[in-house]
């Protein structure tokens, strides 16, 4: 009778036909696996990996737009995932990033700074430069703020204190903070949480803070009684929160900026968002590894920021030849279409820091 040559996955019971299973692609051996075909299992997986990081990296760096036309093309087994080559890049980039940014030392180091500089945010939100300030008032000729009768809280019903910004420079931490000069009251006359609270619920109150309002309010009444050391170590950790928040930040505005894609090409029907998703990953893991290469390798072998200075040079190119590339747009339209993609990504970012440094200042 003729042999049959079927054989069982030991991985998933499978039938299997060769020498891999076509269902979960494990290798199959009829006897127990020696030291020397673990070795060549690794060997082989290694130079696997290795060979498909390359012949995803250099088409990235090299040729813009290249990679993500390949893999909607569906020619996508020969090149890394786009998904694990950005975890794999983010995860590198911020590795090295927390490794020579120090966040105590940096605090350490304002501590010796006797010149900080704050920054001041009018109500038009025009930002102001100012150097060792200890308290600066805009809009002086307001006047002062009216104390409420039978109170020692101050009435927050002028209008002009919607206008008018303090800032608070802190004489020996170092660290600012922008208020409304309402809350710049509260905190000289050192008011309590509680006393806030049960001023909000009066009836003397005719002007409610808002929901945020109140809780930033409540929490930096908090570290104003906490004293030097308190305040010290709020910053610090809001400083150390932040930071550690920008990798889930970056992860959060990927889908936003290939929904800013999707909205500028909405009339090219044969690209759904699933494409656009891809140039994102693309073009973020484009960013981590240039500033691995040239930031924390070339630049710190050769002492210089060149290189750090020519790859961001490449990046803003690089997304403009790639939406060319991938799209086949004119160059004016292209050109029109990544003017108001970076518009839009510069607001996604300024709104999605801002919620950073709230929810930061929360969390601690």
């Known amino acids: 009778m003729e042999e049959n040559s079927t054989h069982e996955c030991k991985n998933c019971s499978t039938p299997v036909e060769g020498q891999f299973c076509h269902f979960c692609g494990q290798r199959y051996h009829d006897h127990k696996e ?46 890394f995932h786009p998904i694990r080559l950005y975890l794999f890049s983010s995860f590198i980039y911020f590795f090295l990033f ?11 180091s304002n501590e010796s700074n006797r010149n900080p500089t704050a920054f001041i945010v009018d109500s038009a939100g025009m930002a102001v430069q100012k150097d060792s300030l200890n308290q600066v008032v805009l809009n002086i000729s307001d006047t002062l703020i009216k104390q409420q009768e039978g109170t020692s809280l101050p009435k927050a019903n002028s209008v002009s204190d919607k206008k008018r910004f303090v800032i608070l420079n802190d004489s020996n931490t170092k660290y600012s903070v922008t208020v409304t000069s309402y809350i710049d009251s509260l905190l000289n006359k050192k008011v309590t949480p509680e006393e806030y609270i049960k001023w909000q ?26 004293g030097e050391e308190g305040k010290k170590e709020f910053f610090k950790k809001l400083a150390e929160t932040f930071f550690h928040n920008i990798p889930k930040m970056l992860f959060f505005l990927l889908p936003i900026f290939a929904l800013f894609l999707k909205l500028l090409y909405f009339r090219k029907k044969q690209f759904y968002y699933v494409d656009h998703a891809i140039l994102s990953l693309h073009y973020f893991s484009l960013i981590f590894i240039l500033l691995i290469f040239c930031k924390y390798m070339l630049d710190k072998i050769f002492g210089t920021d060149i290189f750090t200075t020519l790859a961001v040079y490449w990046m803003v190119l690089y997304l403009f030849l790639a939406m060319k590339k991938l799209y086949g747009q004119s160059w004016k339209t292209t050109f029109l279409k990544y003017f108001a993609l970076g518009f839009l990504t510069l607001f996604a970012i300024l709104i999605t820091m801002l919620g950073n440094m709230v929810w930061s200042a929360l969390m601690i």
């Open 34 to 79: 020696s030291f020397g075909e673990l070795a060549y299992e690794f060997v082989s997986d290694f130079l696997h990996f290795d060979s498909r990081f390359f012949k995803t990296v250099l088409p990235l760096i090299f040729q813009p737009g290249k990679l993500t036309k390949n893999y909607n093309d569906g020619k996508q087994r020969s090149q």
């Open 98 to 108: 927390f490794y020579f940014n120090n966040v105590d030392k940096a605090f350490e």
């Open 201 to 226: 619920k009066s009836p003397y109150n005719k002007k409610k803070a808002g929901f945020f309002e109140r809780i930033i309010t409540l929490r930096l009444l908090r570290i104003n009684l906490a």
